[in-house]
């Protein structure tokens, strides 16, 4: 069964930066992924997309995160990547990753657990 764990989450004063990864386990059951993205969800509010980015390499960013944060993904590991840069309090959230995936146990979209970034005021 597929699973993905984020890592790399913290607490960052405001104007650090953090690389969060996400993992995909049991990789030899995947057959292709199709997308992967970041979502955040703060206390209190829905769960919104941060950054996606296509098996093309196309990514796609919400306004409040363009230029300071950066998706990746590397195919041959089955990992993504979202580099976060001038961090601001409001970009306190929990962070998670998804992937739109084919494996050998059927397709759909897969969520990790999530991984707290705190943005220190």
């Known amino acids: 069964q597929v699973q993905l764990v984020e890592s790399g989450g913290g607490l960052v004063q405001t104007g650090g930066s953090l690389r969060l990864s996400c993992a995909a386990s049991d990789s030899a059951t995947i057959i292709r992924i199709d997308h992967m993205a970041w979502y955040r969800q703060a206390p209190e509010k829905q769960r919104d997309l941060v950054a996606s980015i296509t098996a093309s390499g196309f990514a796609n960013y919400a306004d409040s995160v363009k230029g300071r944060f950066t998706i990746s993904r590397d195919n041959a590991k089955k990992m993504v990547y979202l580099q976060m840069n001038s961090l601001k309090p409001e970009d306190t959230a929990v962070y998670y990753c998804?992937?739109?995936?084919?494996?050998?146990?059927?397709?759909?979209?897969?969520w990790g657990p999530g991984t707290q970034v705190t943005v220190s005021s």
């Open positions: 998804q992937a739109r995936l084919l494996a050998t146990t059927g397709s759909g979209d897969f």
